[in-house]
C-alpha cells in the first residue's frame, strides 16, 4: 500500500508558478514509478507526466511540455510538480499517483494509488 498527499495548489494568474508536491508513505516509495494527472470539470482525467523509479528520466506530456518539471526525493519519499507559465487550460485538480509495475505509465489505468487531488486555478 502507498498512501499519497497532494499539497501546493491555488490560486495564480497567468504566467505565473506553483509549485506541488506529493508525500508518500507506506511501500518503499523508490520501487514505484510517480505521475502526475489532472482533471477540469467535465472532462476525463489526463496525463501530465511522470518520472522513474530512481528519478533519472521523465516525460510530459505536449501541452505542458517546456513548463512543467516533475522532481523526486526519494530520501523524503517526495514527488513534485513545478509549473511554470501557467495558463488558464492548466485550470484543473491535479492528482499524483504511483505505480508498481511499468504498464501503460501515459495511462490512468496504469497506477495502483492516487493521492486526493489539489485544486489549481490560473486566472486570466
Known amino acids: 500500500q502507498v498512501q499519497l498527499v497532494e499539497s501546493g495548489g491555488g490560486l495564480v494568474q497567468a504566467g505565473g508558478s506553483l509549485r506541488l508536491s506529493c508525500a508518500a508513505s507506506?511501500?518503499?516509495?523508490?520501487?514505484?514509478?510517480m505521475g502526475w494527472f489532472r482533471q477540469a470539470p467535465g472532462k476525463e482525467r489526463e496525463f501530465v507526466g511522470l518520472?522513474?523509479?530512481?528519478?533519472?528520466?521523465?516525460y510530459y506530456a505536449d501541452s505542458v511540455k517546456g513548463r512543467f518539471t516533475i522532481s523526486r526525493d526519494n530520501a523524503k519519499n517526495t514527488v513534485d510538480l513545478q509549473m511554470n507559465s501557467l495558463k488558464p487550460e492548466d485550470t484543473a485538480v491535479y492528482y499524483c499517483?504511483?505505480?508498481?509495475?511499468?504498464?501503460?505509465?501515459?495511462?490512468?489505468?496504469?497506477?495502483?494509488?492516487w493521492g486526493q487531488g489539489t485544486q489549481v486555478t490560473v486566472s486570466s
Open positions: 499517483a504511483a505505480a508498481q509495475t511499468l504498464g501503460v505509465l501515459t495511462s490512468r489505468y496504469g497506477y495502483d494509488y
Open positions: 507506506g511501500r518503499t516509495f523508490s520501487s514505484v514509478a
Open positions: 518520472i522513474n523509479r530512481s528519478g533519472s528520466s521523465t
